[in-house]
């Protein structure tokens, strides 16, 4: 089996404990690999099944706000293991749906792991999310769960997806999205920390603005249509997180983890929700 063409550290050990049959990993990542929401985060009690409950909903929130329909087309972009195509699958009837990821591993477990439901349609594709392949107008709706910031440009990402999406198309994202005055420290972490933060999450562009959003969805042929600060909702993730890093030996990860949830507690990093629209004649 092929590994990934970008190095996804996270990954590497996720698959390695999925292999070995590790219970509690399994629960927290065998489906997903993100972020949990929950409504009421002093409500979250540590537990692994809490967790996994809290990143189901965090797929839904995201996917909610593309206002998928019966009959959409349907690509995930960064799909993972295809937790949002089975949440997805589950929830809506007569739908097509494509996850895309360039690692051949994650493939190997989402194909394994979902199957159709009904009448809908479920394919997982090899490929690289700034280079889709796929013609023009042939989609009606792209995700991409907590992904973006592993892709070389958002840029290309955003061309390529206005490509692919017809007309009345739309976009639903979730990434981490620094105030203005933590750019400069997101541009540092990438030119010097890249060590201390690739080697537990891979590339991570950290300093894409919600200015960078507003403009790149104007220079691309959309319109923002939903932005959700959901940080608060997610920070119950950090503990769980942190201790499996710790369960597994990597003490470095669980630090790089703590440090990224300081700079979300402190509101410098926030976690947005995004929805974005093809604009008529663009």
């Known amino acids: 089996m092929q590994p ?3 190095s996804l550290p996270y990954f590497d050990a996720l698959l390695e404990q999925l292999g070995r049959g590790e219970a509690e990993v399994e629960e927290a990542f065998g489906r997903h690999v993100h ?11 540590s537990s692994v099944d809490d967790f996994a409950a809290a990143a189901e909903r965090l797929c839904q929130r995201v996917y909610s706000v593309a206002h998928i329909k019966e009959g959409d087309r349907i690509l995930d972009a ?3 293991f295809g937790g949002t195509i089975s949440s997805l699958n589950e929830h809506f009837n007569n739908i097509e749906l494509i996850g895309l990821n360039i690692d051949p591993r ?3 477990r989402a194909r394994q792991e979902v199957q159709p439901h009904g009448s809908n349609q479920i394919k997982f594709v090899e490929g690289d999310a700034c280079r889709i392949p796929f013609p023009d107008a042939s989609f009606d709706v792209v995700l991409a769960v907590e992904c973006i910031f592993h892709f070389p440009s958002r840029v290309e ?8 999406l017809r007309p009345s198309g739309r976009l639903a ?4 999205v620094p105030l203005p005055v933590f750019k400069l420290v997101g541009k540092f972490l990438e030119k010097f920390g890249s060590a201390y933060v690739g080697g537990t999450y891979g590339r991570v562009d950290s300093h894409f603005t919600l200015a960078d959003y507003q403009k790149l969805a104007q220079e691309s042929g959309f319109a923002l249509t939903c932005q959700e600060d959901i940080t608060l909702n997610t920070l119950p993730t950090y503990p769980i997180v942190r201790r499996l890093f710790e369960r597994m030996g990597k003490s470095d990860s669980a630090n790089v983890t703590a ?6 507690r402190l509101r410098l990093l926030r ?12």
């Open 157 to 164: 990402f955003f061309q390529e997806v206005r490509r692919i």
């Open 35 to 45: 972020w949990g929401y929950w409504e009421n985060p002093a409500q979250a009690d």
């Open 271 to 282: 976690y947005l929700i995004l929805s974005f629209a093809v604009l008529p004649n663009s």
């Open 259 to 264: 440090s990224i949830e300081l700079i979300s």
């Open 173 to 176: 994202i979730c990434d981490f």
């Open 106 to 108: 994650q493939l190997v």
């Open 4 to 6: 990934a063409q970008i």
């Open 78 to 80: 960064g799909c993972g």
